[in-house]
């Protein structure tokens, strides 16, 4: 893994800005350091040989005092800086993330995607935290401080600089060794970890049906067999990074040894003035310092870099084409056509829709008739411009679908999906994401969607919170629901998957009633089980399954 990504510098700018700040405060305490040591000694070699008392050392005194405050402010400054860095950096990830995301489309985000995106775009991105305060800073102090620790030396006694210059590349040489291995036990034990999770999750949900089938205490066994072996991960992971610490530890001591020795030899010879020589023996050290320091840094960065390194390859996942073309037909008047639209979902050997072609004309209701997985959805998300047609065009008047911009398009569209999604809020509020600015006509919406008719029973009506994804609502309750913000949105394109599936007779009817209304001057596209709702069509399509091809 590369100390700093430059996929970071690219995606998320405040890095540069940062890092010129980052650099900047640490030149300066490089200086900070390098005065501070000058101070000391001096006032060292002036109170044992220059017999100087505490009034002879005012003024050294308050400087010294001076570079404290200073290098305290400076510090100050750094956690400042790295912290607003290290917020705007996350709020810019997060919104790429989400945006790129987007505009890759429901078919890229289909299957286990979802729920990465998620923990990216949450944890993933609040790791990055770790390696903007502590370790970024650190990483270029390891360059400022030795550097002007090791010229300011050579200036006193280049024998010393010398064995500095030896000495101090063996620690990121054995920081990066270490590393290595760490990583690669990390990369164990993030695998173990997963497969732990996901397996205790799998036992929570399945809890019922173990219990049932008397298969809990199984489960347990093997529960506690991945966590012993998470165990074991972590622990050989630790021990690594104890040990580490001790090796680096001992290099630098022995490193600062060397040059105390040889120090003390040109003393006891006379060849060294005592003011230098305990400059140098007090800069030593802090030329090692920081490059230990950011070794220890790095394990508490690690997961900040994984993260990110996943939110970058998302990023850079190149985007399917879609037209740019604002300019689209007013679909209230537009016939729309499917000209031989085959979609093959990857990795399924029969295509969901197999040259499939029908005629839409305006102001028509259409019902979509046929088995399980013919691909009437599949058709509902071409019509959307989710899912682009592998084989084929979808034709609005003169307009093919994949030359418009897919935004546009979508103004012109209403949709209740299959399994509506409901978000966290009021009800009256998931009602109103159908059109924003027609608030007031939420409730007429409300009420042609038979929403009333549940929602007028709650003590708080609309203004009832659910929780996500419809928490608190049931399946037809939720359907209802997403039937009104269909309604509200009052969209020349209307496409309506399975809209009474979750309905008792009753209800059923009171939306039927709605949608045939609404259809009115509309054009409908309707997936229909129900011989209730398929009644409302002018025209009845059989979507049939297609065949495996050879
Ligand atoms: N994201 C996907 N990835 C892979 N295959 C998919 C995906 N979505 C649908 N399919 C497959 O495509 C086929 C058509 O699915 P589709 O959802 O369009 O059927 P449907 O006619 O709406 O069925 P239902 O009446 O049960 O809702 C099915 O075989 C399904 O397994
Ligand atoms: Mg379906």
Redesign the pocket.
């Known amino acids: 893994m590369k100390p700093l990504d430059p996929r970071l510098l690219r995606h998320a700018r405040t890095t540069r800005t940062f890092l010129v700040a980052s650099a900047v405060l640490g030149t300066v305490t490089a200086g900070l350091v390098i005065a501070q040591a000058t101070l000391l000694a001096g006032m060292i070699a002036r109170t044992f040989l220059g017999g100087a008392d505490l009034a002879d050392l005012r003024t050294p005194m308050l400087l010294l005092l001076a570079v404290v405050a200073a290098r305290a402010a400076v510090a100050w400054l750094q956690e400042v800086a790295a912290h607003r860095s290290a917020a705007a950096v996350k709020s810019q990830l997060r919104g790429r993330l989400l945006e790129h995301a987007t505009r890759l489309g429901p078919?890229w985000l289909?299957?286990e995607r979802s729920g990465e995106l998620a923990t990216l775009a949450t944890r993933g991105v609040d790791a990055l935290d770790g390696y903007f305060a502590r370790y970024l800073p650190q990483l270029i102090l390891a360059v400022t401080v030795p550097l002007a620790v090791g010229a300011r030396i050579l200036l006193g006694d280049w024998v010393s600089a010398v064995i500095i210059a030896v000495t101090v590349p063996l620690i990121p040489v054995f920081a990066i060794l270490v590393g290595l291995a760490t990583q690669w036990k990390m990369n164990r034990q993030w695998r173990t970890l997963s497969l732990l999770s996901a397996h205790f999750l799998d036992v929570v949900a399945g809890l019922p049906t173990l219990k049932v089938f008397g298969r809990a205490k199984a489960q347990a066994r093997g529960i506690r067999e991945v966590t012993g072996r998470y165990r074991r991960a972590t622990m050989s992971t630790l021990r690594i990074a104890f040990v580490s610490a001790m090796v680096l530890e001992l290099l630098s001591t022995l490193s600062v040894a060397l040059v105390a020795v040889s120090i003390g030899l040109r003393l006891v010879e006379g060849g060294m003035a005592f003011e230098t020589a305990l400059l140098i023996l007090i800069l030593a050290p802090e030329a090692y310092f920081p490059l230990r320091q950011v070794g220890a840094q790095y394990h508490a960065s690690v997961e900040g870099l994984t993260a990110a390194g996943r939110i970058f390859e998302v990023l850079e996942t190149p985007l399917p084409d879609t037209g740019t073309n604002a300019d689209v037909p007013d679909v209230r008047h537009a016939t729309i056509r499917l000209d031989g639209v085959t979609v093959a979902?990857?990795?399924?050997d029969?295509p969901?829709l197999d040259g499939f072609s029908l005629t839409i004309h305006p102001g028509e209701t259409i019902a979509l008739v046929?088995?399980?997985?013919?691909?009437?959805?599949?058709?509902l998300?071409v019509l959307l411009g989710f899912v682009r047609p592998d084989e084929g065009r979808v034709l609005a008047d003169w307009a093919d679908l994949a030359d418009l911009d897919p935004d546009a398009w979508r103004r012109n569209v209403a949709w209740v999906p299959?399994r509506p999604y409901l978000f966290a809020g009021t009800i009256a509020a998931n009602i109103r994401l159908g059109d924003p600015d027609a608030p007031d006509a939420a409730e007429d919406a409300a009420r042609a969607a038979n929403v009333l008719g549940f929602a007028g029973d709650l003590p708080r009506g609309l203004d009832t919170p659910i929780g996500e994804r419809g928490a608190g609502l049931s399946a037809g309750q939720r359907q209802r629901v997403a039937l009104a913000r269909a309604f509200l949105r009052d969209a020349p394109l209307l496409l309506l998957?399975?809209p009474t599936s979750g309905l008792d007779p009753e209800s059923e009817a009171t939306v039927v009633d709605a949608v045939r209304r609404l259809a009115a001057d509309r054009t409908v596209v309707l997936?229909a089980?129900r011989p209730a709702l398929a009644a409302l069509a002018d025209r009845i399509v059989p979507?049939e399954p297609a065949e495996v091809h050879a």
């Open positions: 078919r289909s299957g979902y990857p990795e399924r029969a969901a046929g088995p399980s997985g013919s691909g009437k959805s599949t058709l998300n299959q998957d399975e997936v089980h979507v």
